[in-house]
């Protein structure tokens, strides 16, 4: 008997488009589910100023709870790091590159370019690497972060590359910022596909779009983020890389301006990613990340 699941997701443009590219990966897979998107109001849409990524993933959790959806497709950056009560991740498909991009009406950026941003993490590695520049805060989609450049609002505006690629705007790139210096958030461009713990079935359909490497890499990160009580108000970068059956993984926590940043690698087993997780936290932990975690307390 086929059977129709509920997918909840947001109705911006880059979370239907990430949910088409999840489903038809599933479709490609496996003959049989069928599926019914849901369209979902977080309160994170609701919303202006700054909110925590939470607020764009627990309307869709209580959905899946409360069984009215059956399985929901997430920025996994904007998951918590820690899975919700009766819920799992039960795939990561193969992750986009997770760099960060500048898109800009002049590169090189001139001096005192306004650039906008809503992320720490970004400010902090922006100033870093150009003090001059004055960042910005400012909010939306990327469509309509995209438009404050055309608009001449803002000089610049940072982005996730993977978001661009999937939207079809890869051509509005003007630089991708390198991943040694732009560490980016905990699971950026990696989507999560979420469901209940209990839901052994669908478990089951979607291992055929579980990527092992990406879990690796996205659960060292996610796990990072756990142990340091990090969330999308500090200012931390990390990535998880997997050679072989090698996970490196690098992290850094910064200060606010930038002018602090302590950096942390480890490298161990793909199948241990909490082993070589708590490696960099007692390493950030040593080098002093602790006192610049406590300003954002």
């Known amino acids: 008997m086929s059977v129709t699941y509920r997918v909840g997701t947001r109705s911006s443009p880059l979370a239907r488009a990430q949910t088409d590219l999840v489903l038809n990966g599933v479709r490609r897979a496996r003959n049989g589910p069928s599926f019914e998107i849901v369209p979902i109001?977080?309160?994170?849409?609701?919303?202006?100023?700054?909110?925590?990524?939470?607020?764009?993933?627990?309307?869709?959790?209580?959905?899946l709870r409360e069984k009215r959806i059956d399985l929901a497709v997430h920025s996994t950056k904007d998951l918590p790091a820690r899975d919700g009560p009766g819920l799992i991740v039960?795939?990561?498909?193969?992750?986009?590159?997770?760099?960060?991009?500048?898109?800009?009406?002049?590169?090189?950026?001139?001096?005192m370019a306004r650039v906008g941003s809503s992320s720490l993490r970004r400010r902090a590695q922006l100033l870093r690497w150009r003090p001059d520049l004055t960042v910005t805060e400012i909010r939306g989609n990327v469509g309509t972060r995209l438009g404050r450049v055309r608009s001449n609002e803002v000089d610049a505006v940072i982005l996730a590359i993977a978001g661009l690629v999937r939207l079809r705007?890869?051509?509005?790139?003007?630089?991708?910022?390198?991943?040694?210096?732009f560490l980016p958030s905990p699971g950026q461009?990696?989507?999560?596909v979420q469901i209940r713990r209990s839901d052994r079935r669908l478990r089951e359909i979607l291992r055929s779009i579980d990527d092992a490497a990406t879990r690796s890499g996205v659960?060292?990160?996610?796990?990072?983020?756990?142990?340091l009580g990090a969330n999308c108000n500090v200012p931390l970068g990390v990535l998880g890389r997997v050679r072989g059956r090698?996970?490196?993984?690098?992290?850094?926590?910064?200060?606010?301006?930038?002018?602090?940043?302590?950096?942390?690698?480890?490298?161990?087993?793909?199948q241990s990613p909490p082993a070589v997780a708590r490696k960099v936290v007692v390493k950030l932990l040593r080098g002093g990340a602790g006192a610049l975690l406590a300003r954002y307390r």
Not at 42 to 63: H, K, L, M, N, Y
Not at 219 to 227: F, L
């Open 41 to 63: 109001v977080t309160a994170g849409d609701r919303q202006r100023g700054r909110t925590p990524s939470s607020d764009f993933t627990g309307t869709i959790e209580r959905a």
């Open 90 to 111: 039960a795939a990561y498909p193969r992750r986009a590159d997770p760099a960060d991009c500048v898109v800009a009406r002049r590169w090189p950026l001139p001096p």
């Open 169 to 181: 705007e890869k051509d509005r790139v003007s630089a991708k910022l390198p991943l040694a210096r």
């Open 189 to 192: 461009g990696a989507l999560a």
């Open 219 to 227: 659960e060292a990160e996610r796990a990072v983020a756990d142990r």
């Open 246 to 270: 090698r996970l490196t993984l690098r992290a850094e926590v910064l200060s606010e301006d930038g002018r602090i940043a302590v950096v942390a690698e480890a490298t161990g087993s793909a």
